[in-house]
């Protein structure tokens, strides 16, 4: 028998930017992923916008927000795949019967921070965007699947991103609230479980790709962080007043690293190298307040934020309930030369040669799923759930289905890894696989990198039907959730 509790919430994951599309509609303003192009395993998506009267672009790194003084614009030349994604803005009765179909018991999605506050700093929301929300609510309740919401998934307005310079300004703390607030009043009763940013380390963890890493790019990032750390804060705090049932967990991009050797620099590299890009985050938002190692990782960049004493007692007093994070992949840390190196989408670094890897470089590793759920129960002692994880694969659509067992093996393994996790004491309340139904790559652009259970008729290009398709995932996982985990075979 598996060890997950009889109430264990098995679900699958999305985020609004992803899957919506409607960009234009129902009164929504731009959002920064709505100036953002395709890409693909080879070359970066890229932020269009105007400055000193040209049209430029930046490539696209998470945590990085548009140069100083540049206008967010859409060029009619460009491919923007999230403008319709896969349509979920007019489809979501139809997706959410999919989903009720394979027995989900939790859906994971993200408010569009824009259909609500079309700039972000208007003074009342726009109805027609909470109209919608609630409607995905009522349909999610008529199935009995509990919804866990992402506040902010790489979902800021991008009128605040220009005016307040990503993150640059303490008045984000206040839009921030302000939005919050008017969600946990708007959909008290329909939603219990709600998540501040999605992976907000991603701000400094993936800072030293290409020449990314100077000073004033940590700068920039510890600052946003800090603003956001107090947002959270505030946000929990808002929750708890509002409505004591609220659950309010933080989102880490769980990407569990190793030493790449014996070397003991090896060994304290790798520690330095947690602390930056896992433990910060959490420690700040668990523990509420900055753990000790912080003022190394500022100084090794000459970073000094600002920080007031009404911070530090509002990150005391916002404590998160939960620790929610995402798992792909572990990585490799080490001060040596490797023999082989890792190359592709927002992964680098040492090869490791005791794992296999995906067509985009992620490294498949189970094991590192159940180290880092024990680790991280050990270090907070709060509940937990893995809110992203799968398999980012090319599937071929054979006689109106995909033959992923490449997908099924993937997520067989990590079940095992939670299922032992739970049994050495773990408190995991909840699994929620990324991107369950085919979606638009976050960190690509593309739709040929699919994740879902559920195939969507759509290409790299914007080209296809949008048809539907369950995969041979879809009745796999079905039988996963109907058995709570104790049926894993194909």
């Known amino acids: 028998m598996a060890n997950f509790s009889k109430d264990f919430l098995w679900g699958g994951a999305t985020a609004a930017n992803q899957v919506e599309g409607g960009y234009a509609q129902g009164g929504k303003g731009l959002s920064v992923t709505d100036i953002q192009t395709a890409g693909s395993y080879e070359a970066p998506r890229y932020l269009t916008y105007v400055l000193d009267g040209k049209r430029q672009k930046i490539a ?8 100083h003084g540049a206008k967010g614009e859409v060029f009619e030349d460009e491919y923007y795949p999230n403008h319709e994604a896969i349509d979920f803005y007019h489809r979501y009765k139809e997706d959410i019967k999919l ?22 700093d208007e003074t009342k929301p726009n109805q027609e965007g909470l109209d919608f929300y609630r409607r995905v609510f009522e349909e999610l309740k008529k199935y009995n699947i509990e919804p866990l919401v992402t506040i902010s998934h790489y979902e800021d307005p991008l009128g605040l991103s220009e005016k307040y310079g990503d993150w640059q300004d303490r008045k984000m703390i206040d ?10 009043n708007e959909y008290k009763g329909l939603v219990k479980y709600w998540l501040t940013f999605n992976e907000i380390n991603s701000a400094v963890m993936f800072l030293d790709f290409g020449d990314n890493g100077t000073d004033e790019a940590y700068q920039h990032a510890y600052q946003k962080l800090h603003y956001q750390f107090v947002a ?5 705090k808002a929750a708890h007043e509002i409505d004591p049932n609220y659950v309010v967990g933080n989102m880490i991009c769980g990407i569990i690293s190793y030493p790449g050797t014996t070397d003991p620099k090896d060994q304290l590299a790798n520690r330095h190298a947690l602390e930056k890009n896992l433990y910060y985050c959490g420690d700040v938002q668990a523990k509420g307040k900055y753990p000790t190692y912080a003022k190394r990782l500022w100084n090794e960049h000459n970073v000094h934020l600002d920080i007031t004493e009404q911070d530090k007692q509002d990150l005391m007093d916002g404590k998160v309930d939960m620790y929610t994070f995402s798992y792909y992949m572990s990585s490799l840390v080490t001060t040596h030369e490797p023999e082989e190196k890792v190359g592709g989408n927002f992964s680098m670094g040492a090869k490791n040669p005791y794992l296999n890897y995906s067509e985009w470089g992620w490294a498949t590793d189970a094991d590192g799923l159940e180290l880092y ?11 937990i759930m893995v809110v992203e994880n799968g398999l980012g694969a090319v599937d071929k659509l054979e006689d109106g289905t995909v033959h992923d067992d490449y997908r099924i ?23 929620t696989t990324w991107g369950c139904i085919d979606c638009v790559s976050a960190g690509t652009g593309q739709m040929s990198k699919r ?28 039988k996963v959730i109907a058995t709570n985990g104790d049926d894993l075979t194909d």
Request: charged share 30%; aromatic share 18%.
């Open 232 to 236: 959270s804060a505030r946000a929990v």
């Open 409 to 431: 093996d993937y997520l067989r393994q990590h079940i095992e890894a939670m299922d032992k996790a739970v049994g050495n004491g773990v408190d995991l309340r909840g699994y």
């Open 373 to 383: 759920l024990e680790e991280i129960y050990d270090r907070y002692e709060l509940p």
């Open 99 to 120: 989903f009720a179909d394979m027995g989900f018991k939790v859906y994971r999605l993200s408010i569009a921070w824009t259909r609500i506050f079309p700039n972000g």
């Open 451 to 478: 994740y879902g259970f559920i195939y969507v008729d759509r290409d790299d290009n914007g080209n296809g039907s949008l048809d539907r398709l369950p995969k041979d995932s879809f009745y796999w996982y079905k």
């Open 60 to 67: 696209s790194v998470p945590g990085q927000g548009l140069p």
């Open 175 to 184: 839009e921030y609230e302000k939005y919050a607030r008017v969600l946990f």
